[in-house]
């Protein structure tokens, strides 16, 4: 089946660093990716949608300056929180597309385990 | 616009019991439905979906029916046990192929099964 993994799974950092989380489609190809932001015993809500080789689509609210999004492979798709503040303490997951040779493999998105941020 | 709106938890129920998490959602178009599950310190995984009216979902015991009458997408089981502890997420997709669109969720719905 299709794999997402997200790394590092958990990272704690000091307010004002920067942290970068990886997702990558372990044995499919995936032309768009989406990363999800969720609050403690929140909903996800959807922060931007990645697509390969182009500039991600924010949704309102998020600030694209502050979560830089990077999409350079077909695999792998980054999030980068830039100068993290207590505030920005989540838990971030990714989803993919599947995509084989150029066709869409699948009508499901598949999700990475999670990445979960704490800023002091 | 689209929302899915699920019963608030959490839900504690003993072992061998009945399960129903209400999911009713609001959409243009026909969207596709999902349940997802979320177990302890773990990502989603896909329970089950229903791509148009009337379907039934299916996964280890649980099931969902499309019902566009209702715009419900109700979650059940027949005989819980406590590995099924975990939150469980109703969402929605606005298109029959959901795989480049993203998904609408659910609050999501904690549920506890005790021995």
């Known amino acids: 089946g299709a794999v997402v993994s997200q790394h590092p799974s958990r990272v704690i950092c000091k307010s004002g660093t920067s942290v970068k989380i990886e997702c990558r489609s372990l044995?499919?190809?995936?032309?768009?990716m989406f990363w999800y932001r969720q609050f403690p015993k929140k909903s996800l809500m959807l922060m931007a949608t990645s697509n390969e080789g182009s500039k991600a689509t924010y949704e309102q609210g998020v600030e694209k300056d502050k979560f830089l999004i990077n999409h350079a492979s077909l695999t792998l798709s980054t999030l980068t929180v830039t100068s993290a503040h207590p505030e920005d303490s989540s838990f971030y997951i990714c989803?993919?597309?599947?995509?084989?040779?150029?066709?869409?493999?699948?009508?499901?998105?598949?999700f990475g385990p999670g990445t979960r941020l704490t800023v002091l | 616009g689209n929302s899915v709106t699920q019963m608030e938890g959490p839900v504690t129920l003993s072992e061998e019991a009945f399960l129903t998490i209400n999911c009713t959602y609001t959409a243009t178009g026909y969207p596709s439905l999902f349940w997802y599950v979320q177990y302890p310190g773990e990502g989603l995984q896909l329970l089950l979906k229903a791509t148009k009216a009337d379907d039934k979902g299916s996964n280890k015991g649980f099931e969902a029916t499309y019902r566009k009458e209702t715009t419900s997408f109700h979650l059940e089981k027949g005989s819980v046990q406590v590995s099924d502890s975990a939150v469980y997420f109703c969402a929605l997709s606005p298109y029959r192929n959901s795989g480049n669109t993203p998904l609408v969720f659910g609050k999501g719905t904690r549920l506890s099964v005790i021995a």
């Open positions: 044995d499919f190809q995936a032309t768009t």
């Open positions: 989803s993919a597309d599947g995509l084989a040779g150029g066709q869409r493999k699948t009508d499901t998105q598949y």
